[in-house]
């Protein structure tokens, strides 16, 4: 898992988008070949989150439309028939606020994680300059206090 992390994280924004947006356009294609009988589009998450994780929320919005016009046309293209085309326009809305709501959840973990990650890295760097110069007395009280400080910025 942390080869794939890294790789990810080791691609420019660009090549990022690229890749989920042919991995949008490719679950679009796998949904049309399944039929609008079997319900395949909470897979177009995949593509979103990855660019929101390794990208950002603007790219995520782009390839969260992208996914709703893949999703629309898969399920045109399937021969799924309405009542009213209006019925198909409505789905589409719902599943780009769903998809929407997946950049929300998305972000607000990954500015959790990315907080954590902050303060971990805070609290070893100080914990390696305290431990050469500072008594065991001293790093307990200031690991305490680096915990505290850290919670209120």
Known sequence: MERI???????????????????????GFIDYLTGYEVAFWPFYSVPILLILLYGNRRLAVVISVVSTVAWWWADKASGHAYSNEWLRLWD??????????????????????????????????????SSASASANNSVSGVIFMMVYANFS
């Open 5 to 27: 992390d890294s790789l990810l994280r080791s691609q420019t924004r660009g090549w990022l988008f690229v890749g989920a947006l042919g991995l949008a356009i490719l679950i």
């Open 92 to 129: 589409a809305t719902v599943r780009l606020i769903f998809f929407c709501l997946m950049i929300f959840a998305g972000w607000a973990f990954k500015w959790q994680r990315d907080a954590i990650r902050a303060r971990l890295e805070l609290l070893d760097s100080w914990k390696r300059k």
